[in-house]
């Protein structure tokens, strides 16, 4: 897949504070290769993280790295009104023919509201709404979720110049403001399929996703 160079750097002066803190590291072996798997606690509210990665990292070295919110309907289920768990097993598949990499697993299902509202948005899109109208019909902003604490586990575990495999321009945004320098921009595309064809357009048109697939 054709990848593009990003100029993406902006310099930030050292006033971190640490908010999240390593409680557990394991192997995990997988079908695409050994990873390690570390649980992260957030130090600031209820929330944990997954970290899945692999390889040593410093910070000279370009590190291949996805922040990738929880679809319980795609990366389990194999949902195809998404391409969530596609973009997953990408990543993963990626990192291990690199030898390297980070994917940041963050638990803010269905744009941070939750699985069973994420049903209920279904239910409505089965009426004719888009996903963007569902989550606004039940009282939720369009995306909810945050990234900085994300960042902050990928630097915790390393890494410093990052290649992300991403099509989303607030998980690069909150990547520059957390001070990790983007050396490139891996895009994780699909062909669309019927049922997420129209999901893929809203990414694309009405939230601003890198996209080329969709009109």
Same mark, same amino acid.
Request: aromatic content about 8%; charged content about 30%; overall charge neutral.
């Given at each position: 897949? !054709? =990848?593009?160079?990003?100029?993406?750097?902006?310099?930030?002066?050292?006033?971190? @504070?640490?908010?999240?803190?390593?409680?557990?590291?394991?192997?995990?072996?997988?079908?695409?290769?050994?990873?390690?798997?570390?649980?992260?606690?957030?130090?600031?509210?209820?929330?944990?993280?997954?970290?899945?990665?692999?390889?040593?990292?410093?910070?000279?070295?370009?590190?291949?790295?996805?922040?990738?919110? !929880?679809?319980? =309907?795609?990366?389990?289920?194999?949902?195809?009104?998404?391409?969530?768990?596609?973009?997953?097993?990408?990543?993963?598949?990626?990192?291990?023919?690199? /030898?390297? /990499? @980070?994917?940041?697993?963050?638990?803010?299902?269905?744009?941070?509201?939750?699985?069973?509202?994420?049903?209920?948005?279904?239910?409505? !899109?089965?009426?004719?709404?888009?996903?963007?109208?569902?989550?606004?019909?039940?009282?939720?902003?369009?995306?909810?979720?945050?990234?900085?604490?994300?960042?902050?586990?990928?630097?915790?575990?390393?890494?410093?110049?990052?290649?992300?495999? $991403?099509?989303?321009? !607030?998980?690069?945004?909150?990547?520059?403001?957390?001070?990790?320098?983007?050396?490139?921009?891996?895009?994780?595309?699909?062909?669309? $399929?019927?049922?997420?064809?129209?999901?893929?357009?809203?990414?694309?048109?009405?939230? /601003?996703?890198?996209?080329?697939?969709?009109?």
């Amino acid at each position: 897949m !054709q =990848t593009e160079i990003l100029s993406y750097r902006e310099e930030k002066p050292n006033l971190e @504070i640490k908010t999240v803190e390593k409680v557990a590291e394991a192997r995990l072996p997988t079908e695409f290769g050994d990873f390690q798997i570390a649980g992260y606690r957030s130090l600031t509210s209820d929330e944990e993280f997954i970290a899945l990665f692999k390889g040593e990292f410093d910070e000279k070295m370009p590190v291949p790295v996805r922040i990738h919110s !929880q679809c319980l =309907t795609g990366d389990v289920f194999h949902s195809l009104k998404c391409d969530c768990g596609k973009q997953l097993r990408w990543a993963m598949e990626r990192i291990a023919n690199e /030898g390297h /990499g @980070i994917i940041v697993y963050q638990y803010q299902e269905g744009r941070g509201i939750g699985i069973i509202n994420k049903i209920r948005a279904y239910a409505l !899109q089965d009426k004719g709404a888009d996903t963007v109208e569902a989550n606004l019909m039940l009282g939720f902003d369009v995306d909810l979720r945050k990234y900085d604490q994300c960042v902050e586990i990928i630097k915790d575990l390393g890494a410093k110049r990052v290649k992300v495999m $991403s099509n989303n321009p !607030q998980k690069i945004k909150a990547m520059i403001e957390g001070g990790l320098e983007i050396v490139e921009r891996i895009p994780i595309e699909f062909k669309p $399929s019927k049922d997420s064809v129209n999901y893929l357009k809203v990414k694309k048109l009405q939230m /601003g996703h890198l996209l080329n697939l969709v009109g």
